[in-house]
Nanobody, 115 residues
Framework: QVQLVESGGGLVQAGGSLSLSCAAS????????MGWYRQAPGKQRELVATIADGGSTNCADSVKGRFTISRDNAKNTVYLQMNSLKPEDTAVYYC?????????WGQGTQVTVSS
C-alpha cells in the first residue's frame, strides 16, 4: 500500500522560489533512489533531479545551480527547493521513488511561473 503524496506546487513570478515535498507512506522496507520529474504541456516527461539513498545527487543542466534536491530518510520524504524560477520551469512536477525494489509515482503538482 505504498503511496507518494506531493505538496508545495503553486503560482510564482519569475525569479521567485517554491519548495516541493513528497512523502512516502505504507509498508516500506527500503527506499533507494528518489527524484523529481516534470512534464510541460505538449512535451515529454523529463528528469529534473535525483538523489540516491547515500545522498549523492544529480540534476538536469536546465536547473543546475537553481534547484536543490534533498531527502529526510527518517521521514521518508524527498524535497525540491526551486530558486530563481523561470517561465520555462512551468510544468507538472512528479515525485518518483524506488521503494521495495519497485518504482512509484506521486500524483503530480502544478508549478506555474509567470513572466
Amino acid at each position: 500500500q505504498v503511496q507518494l503524496v506531493e505538496s508545495g506546487g503553486g503560482l510564482v513570478q519569475a525569479g521567485g522560489s517554491l519548495s516541493l515535498s513528497c512523502a512516502a507512506s505504507g509498508s516500506i522496507f527500503s527506499i533507494n533512489a528518489m527524484g523529481w520529474y516534470r512534464q510541460a504541456p505538449g512535451k515529454q516527461r523529463e528528469l529534473v533531479a535525483t538523489i540516491a539513498d547515500g545522498g549523492s545527487t544529480n540534476c538536469a543542466d536546465s536547473v543546475k545551480g537553481r534547484f536543490t534536491i534533498s531527502r529526510d530518510n527518517a521521514k521518508n520524504t524527498v524535497y525540491l527547493q526551486m530558486n530563481s524560477l523561470k517561465p520555462e520551469d512551468t510544468a507538472v512536477y512528479y515525485c518518483f521513488a524506488n521503494i521495495n525494489a519497485r518504482g512509484y509515482w506521486g500524483q503530480g503538482t502544478q508549478v506555474t511561473v509567470s513572466s
